[in-house]
């Protein structure tokens, strides 16, 4: 696997549209970086990080309003292996307005876009989220 993180957001991607309550997905730092935000944010309901054999997995819990209406409605994923995207503060996307958000992994740790332009700094703009 070339983008792991792709990966995660893919298998979450895929998990909402089938209307699935739960995805596995293999864990790293950087995907559970990703995860607690998302929740944080109140994209997703929980993950948990399972321990069993050689690979860690991540439980994710999806967030869905009354009949299976998914909260999570777009993953884009927009830093790539082969082109990595870079932005200083000044340049951080607002995603759909303000709606959505950017995830970063700055030189602080992985924040949201508006986390990183609080703290004046930039970074790699991992994905969009909305």
Request: glycine share 10%; charged share 25%.
């Given at each position: 696997?070339?983008?792991?993180?792709?990966?995660?957001?893919?298998?979450?991607?895929?998990?909402?549209?089938?209307?699935?309550?739960?995805?596995?997905?293999?864990?790293?730092?950087?995907?559970?970086?990703?995860?607690?935000?998302?929740?944080?944010?109140?994209?997703?309901?929980?993950?948990?990080?399972?321990?069993?054999?050689?690979?860690?997995?991540?439980?994710?819990?999806?967030?869905?309003?009354?009949?299976?209406?998914p909260i999570l409605h777009g993953?884009?994923?927009?830093?790539?292996?082969?082109?990595?995207?870079?932005?200083?503060?000044?340049?951080?996307?607002?995603?759909?307005?303000?709606?959505?958000?950017?995830?970063?992994?700055?030189?602080m740790g992985v924040m949201t876009?508006?986390?990183?332009?609080?703290?004046?700094?930039?970074?790699?703009?991992?994905?969009?989220?909305?």
């Amino acid at each position: 696997m070339s983008d792991p993180v792709a990966d995660m957001l893919t298998r979450v991607r895929n998990a909402v549209e089938a209307r699935h309550d739960a995805v596995m997905v293999p864990a790293s730092r950087l995907k559970i970086a990703i995860a607690k935000i998302l929740k944080d944010e109140g994209y997703i309901r929980d993950y948990e990080v399972l321990k069993g054999g050689p690979q860690r997995n991540m439980k994710i819990q999806l967030r869905y309003i009354g009949r299976k209406e998914p909260i999570l409605h777009g993953l884009q994923r927009v830093s790539k292996p082969g082109l990595r995207v870079y932005v200083q503060k000044a340049e951080i996307p607002r995603v759909y307005g303000g709606l959505g958000m950017a995830i970063l992994t700055t030189p602080m740790g992985v924040m949201t876009g508006q986390q990183a332009w609080r703290r004046r700094v930039g970074g790699e703009i991992l994905c969009y989220v909305w």
